[in-house]
């Protein structure tokens, strides 16, 4: 993964446009996505791309992008075999994601008008749960109750006593072809900086890909919490099973300062 910051950007409307020209370095951004598995990539050659923050307008195009991108390459959903020839999408999938994109908290990377990377976030408060996600979908419910026991044991905001208001990226996603250039680490440095205008004390990752872990560890995350899968049980028996080297949901966070 990528450390470089972009040799120049230009910033519009408090963040709503940023265009940035990202001069490749001797460094790897090994994998962009949060939850999804991919090869290390390295650096090609220099774009000029902008992070514009999304909104419900970017309903279809973000679902197509996640479609490609996200959505059946995620371990969780890989090993449940969510999304295949048989049943190409997954429609609470779509809804869980898509939840909220009026926020002013989503992010898209794009170039040349098309997206190229997403980030979709969401504000969490200290002793308040996240509503519950009614699922009809028997395979993609399995992965909301894990998500929503996560939720309840890990909370981070144990590590910041003082810090009632927290950010989460729920999903971090770079298209393969634009991998390797940075484009990850903007969309997470300008998460920081939405936080920081929304009075949030820290930010959390949840990631159920080891590859998404070592990527937030690298941009300085800490880890707070892990749960092996094969210690998550249901009725006695082990839910989930991705393959290697995915096994554990860890949670990662970093203060917001």
Do not use: W
């Not at 996240?130 to 044991?153: A, G, M, P, R, T």
């Not at 707070?224 to 554990?248: C, I, M, N, W």
């Amino acid at each position: 993964m990528a450390l470089q910051y972009p040799s120049s950007f230009q910033i519009h409307q408090n963040f709503e446009k940023l265009t940035f020209q990202y001069e490749p370095q001797l460094s790897v951004e090994s994998n962009p996505s949060l939850s999804t598995c991919s090869t290390p990539s390295t650096p090609g050659s220099p774009i000029d791309f902008e992070i514009q923050i999304a909104s419900e307008d970017d309903r279809e195009r973000i679902r197509e992008f996640l479609q490609n991108f996200f959505y059946k390459d995620e371990p969780l959903n890989s090993f449940l075999e969510l999304i295949n020839e048989e049943n190409p999408r997954c429609y609470d999938l779509e809804k869980f994601t898509l939840q909220d994109l009026d926020s002013g908290l989503n992010l898209l990377a794009v170039y040349d008008g098309k997206i190229i990377g997403v980030c979709l976030n969401g504000i969490m408060q200290r002793g308040k749960l996240e509503e519950e996600f009614v699922c009809e979908d028997e395979k993609f419910s399995k992965i909301v109750k894990l998500l929503q026991h996560i939720e309840e044991i890990s909370d981070p905001f144990q590590k910041y006593p003082g810090v009632d208001k927290a950010i989460v990226v729920k999903i971090l996603s770079v298209d393969d072809t634009y991998r390797g250039r940075g484009i990850a680490k903007e969309l997470m440095s300008k998460t920081i900086d939405l936080a920081k205008g929304r009075g949030c004390g820290f930010c959390s990752v949840d990631c159920s890909s080891y590859y998404t872990a070592r990527a937030a560890k690298k941009l300085g995350f800490e880890l707070h919490y892990t749960l092996k899968y094969e210690d998550y049980k249901v009725d006695g028996k082990s839910v989930f099973d991705p393959v290697a080297p995915h096994k554990a949901m860890t949670v990662y966070t970093q203060k917001i300062s």
